[in-house]
């Protein structure tokens, strides 16, 4: 039962990470905890960039009652920016997880 666990998880989440071009994984275990450290480290950055969609739109919310249209729209597209560059800073690290070695 044990076996046929790990053979799930390792496929469900281990296996992308070890399909890389780094040395094989030590054993199987080691691979299922890294396939787990990238995807905490890709929902961590998802969250992040839904806040910074939802600070986005309450900024051009905020823009639209104090300046008008213009304030918002110029709000808006800070807030896009600020949400584009969360986005790939969290990509980024995930990368940087599913390429770490497999003993940290």
Request: hydrophobic share 35%.
């Amino acid at each position: 039962m044990r076996a046929l666990l790990a053979a799930t998880v390792i496929s469900a989440m281990g296996g992308p990470a070890c399909g890389s071009s780094n040395a094989p994984a030590r054993s199987a275990g080691s691979c299922a905890k890294k396939g787990v450290r990238t995807g905490v480290a890709g929902v961590k950055a998802g969250a992040k960039t839904g806040v910074e969609g939802v600070k986005a739109a309450g900024k051009a919310v905020g823009g639209l009652f104090e300046g008008g249209s213009d304030e918002a729209q110029r709000r808006w597209h800070e807030g896009k920016a600020d949400t584009r560059r969360t986005a790939h800073e969290g990509a980024a690290e995930t990368k940087r997880e599913s390429q770490a070695p497999d003993c940290p």
